[in-house]
């Protein structure tokens, strides 16, 4: 979500305790880019700090979306994703 100083926030959610360990962290501000290919890329490249689930979350400003699921960042993600 946008804050008014127009920089994206996260609240966590009720229950939600944020990362936990061994949790690889990859962040890109490329605009007009494609940054959902640089994410996989670096975070095909942390894969090494955990294989339980990977995740992307892209945003536009006004509104994140996100995509995660349990396995390796290779089963994960394909071109569709």
Do not use: N
Not at 40 to 65: C, M, N, P, V, W
């Amino acid at each position: 979500m946008a804050r008014g100083d127009g920089r994206l926030g996260h609240d966590l959610l009720p229950g939600e305790k944020g990362p936990q360990d061994a949790c690889g962290v990859f962040g890109v501000w490329a605009p007009g880019e494609d940054v959902a290919k640089l994410t996989y890329f670096g975070l095909y490249a942390l894969q090494h700090r955990g294989q339980e689930s990977a995740g992307i979350a892209t945003g536009d400003g006004e509104k994140i979306l996100v995509y995660k699921d349990m396995g390796l960042v290779s089963q994960v993600f394909d071109e569709t994703a």
